[in-house]
């Protein structure tokens, strides 16, 4: 058995293979959904008078808001619509509370902190390292946050400014929170401090290829529990029409709204009126919008049930994987510390994944062992080949075969 993997292995390296499954990127096929917008000719004046051509609206023009605001439930007035992607939202949160956070900037904080999830989205990591504010940890479970943890955590330090989350479909292992969770997590971190910030990076809202368990919207939840003044829900059309292209939304109130505007006046002198506008006209109903995902889906979930069918295959004491509904990507956790070995082995046979480490704060993997697949961007005969190869890799790592 053991030389039938070796020898396996080595055919797939005979292939040169170039395969790529690091990013969770939409392949042509999904963008092709979009190019409508590439074509799209507006009014250079809007409805309500506005010339789209000019400067002002730095909040965004009325429709995009709108529609902003059926996407996150939230009343238009809590609504900013922005540029491109959530992250560059979340971005600018920071950095507004790091020069002119109150009650005191984040700058001044001797050891600011903030919560990720883990496995987490490596951006996040990377957002909190480049201002120097130091990530703590919590686990995901099929609720959602680990709420024991989040607890211990809070307990045992100072200075922690809030929590990032990606609450559906949560990147890279899927979970979708349920409303208790959101709302325990509320009750935890108001009780921590009126200060604290629930940052919720919605970037998979609308993105489910499986049935999904029904959530209710979080800023309906924020304000049953009387928490929106610490909250800020962002989300972004960027793997819904164009990777950069798209267009974003976030909603807050109070000072941190006010923090927020008072930061894209100073950095962002209009945002782009033409681009929110064809959104509006592509986009033109909720229904419209539902049906455009669909057909995401129908290209998605085929490319899952690929890579679903390929885990499955892998002993179960080898390790286990995620079943997201949604989202981008699927995680495999192996029983043994060998995350490392399984992606160089990998790349040696011309199949990229993503780093090891990558879902952890400053790249580190306490455990080595949980890896990141993104089925979405290659076609389906690559994803099957880059499968087996991943399949091989595991076996070969597993049973610590010399190759």
């Known amino acids: ?11 797939l390296k005979d292939k040169s293979l170039s395969i790529d499954i690091t990013r969770g ?15 799209m000719n507006v009014s250079p004046i809007n409805d309500e008078g506005i010339d789209l051509r000019n400067y002002g609206e730095p909040h965004g023009i009325r429709p995009a808001r709108e529609l902003g605001s059926k996407l996150l439930n939230a009343p238009f007035e809590n609504i900013i619509t922005g540029e ?17 956070g109150e009650p005191a900037p984040w700058k001044d904080i001797k050891k600011p902190k903030f919560i990720c999830p883990i496995p987490g989205f490596d951006r996040h990591f990377r957002m909190f390292n ?29 200075d922690i400014l809030g929590i990032i989350s990606v609450p559906r479909h949560s990147n890279p292992s899927g979970e979708v929170f349920s409303d208790e969770n959101i709302s325990k997590l509320f009750d935890i971190g108001k009780a921590y401090s009126d200060n604290f ?7 998979y809202l609308i993105h489910d ?14 304000e049953s529990m009387d928490v929106c003044d610490q909250t800020i829900v962002v989300t972004s059309f960027s793997k819904v029409t164009f990777g950069g292209g798209g267009i974003s939304f976030m909603a807050a109130s109070g000072k941190n709204l006010e923090l927020i505007k008072r930061m894209r006046t100073s950095m962002i002198i209009c945002p ?26 129908n290209l998605i979930k085929p490319k899952f049930e690929i890579a679903y069918k390929a885990l499955e295959s892998i002993p179960d004491e080898y390790g286990n994987f995620s079943r997201p509904t949604g989202g981008y990507f699927i995680t495999y956790t192996t029983t043994k510390s060998i995350a490392l070995e399984v992606i160089n082995l990998c790349s040696s046979a011309g199949v990229l994944i993503t780093p090891a480490g990558s879902t952890f704060p400053k790249g580190i993997d306490p455990n080595n062992n949980v890896i990141r697949i993104a089925p979405t961007f290659v076609n389906e005969e690559d994803l099957e080949i880059a499968m087996d190869v991943f399949v091989t890799a595991i076996q070969i790592a597993h049973l610590d075969l010399t190759v």
């Open 1 to 11: 058995m053991h030389e039938e993997i070796i020898t396996k292995y080595n055919s």
């Open 25 to 39: 990127k939409p392949d042509a096929s999904q963008l092709d959904l979009s190019n409508d917008l590439l074509s």
């Open 84 to 100: 491109q992607s959530s992250l560059l939202l979340s971005y600018q949160t920071v950095l507004a509370n790091y020069i002119f």
């Open 130 to 158: 480049d201002f120097g504010i130091e990530v703590l940890t919590v686990s995901l479970n099929e609720e959602g946050l680990n709420l024991i943890e989040l607890q211990e955590v809070l307990d045992s330090n100072d």
């Open 197 to 203: 910030l629930f940052l919720f990076d919605h970037a």
């Open 209 to 222: 290829f499986l049935p999904t368990k029904k959530q209710t919207p979080t800023w309906m939840l924020a």
């Open 272 to 297: 782009d009126k033409i681009n929110q506008q064809r959104h509006v006209e592509f986009f033109k109903d909720d229904e419209v919008i539902k049906s455009h995902m669909l057909k995401h889906a």
